[in-house]
């Protein structure tokens, strides 16, 4: 995309009927959701976007299942069905709460090199949330200081940018840290639908 979105900008975006797109996602493409929870507002307050979340589609071709590869607060690392966020978002029967864009690569990555990304995603499913992350990101933005340190828990930006450079897709953080804005800003990616 490259360019910044703000919330306003968002909601004038056609709105998509998931069942008209479904066939057309696939493995790789991007979920972006804004939401209007407290945690997401945080979130977009720290890196000064509108996006609170970013997330991996995970198409079942045999199952003809869409599901989402998330890092998730309090839960961790985990795939649910899309349909979730649509219509029963935490078992709540309403929908996510904000809005949700798709987002694709704008190329066609190697269908091995891309694999690899969903299968790095896939065994990490129920690593823990990296709940302390969100702290440490405020502090070195902050004070300038300090340099995250690897460990095996996660923020949802975190994740899509581990696994996709897995598949040899790297995203570039700011300072030292990826939220959902860097990964939105690349240059590589293009805005497919907006679901809710």
Known sequence: M???ISKKQIKTLPLVSY?????????????????????SGIIQRLT???????????KDEELKRIMILEAEPR???????????????????????GQI???????????KELNKAISFGL?????????????????????RIGKKEKN???IC???VADAFAKAGIKFPKKDTYISPKEIWTDSRLELMYRLL
């Open 2 to 4: 490259a360019e910044e």
């Open 19 to 39: 069942k008209k797109i479904r066939d057309e996602l696939k493995t790789g493409h991007i979920f972006f959701s804004s939401g209007s929870y407290l945690f």
């Open 48 to 58: 000064k976007s509108a996006w609170s979340h970013v997330a991996i589609i995970y």
């Open 75 to 97: 839960i961790g690392i985990r795939l649910i069905p899309l349909t979730k966020y649509l219509h029963d978002y935490k078992g709540k029967k309403k929908p996510y709460k």
């Open 101 to 111: 864009v798709m987002a694709k690569l704008n190329f066609t990555p190697d269908q």
């Open 123 to 143: 065994d990490e499913l129920t690593r823990p949330y990296d709940n302390w992350e969100i702290v440490r990101i405020m502090t070195r933005i902050l004070f």
């Open 152 to 154: 095996r828990s996660y």
């Open 157 to 159: 930006s975190e994740l």
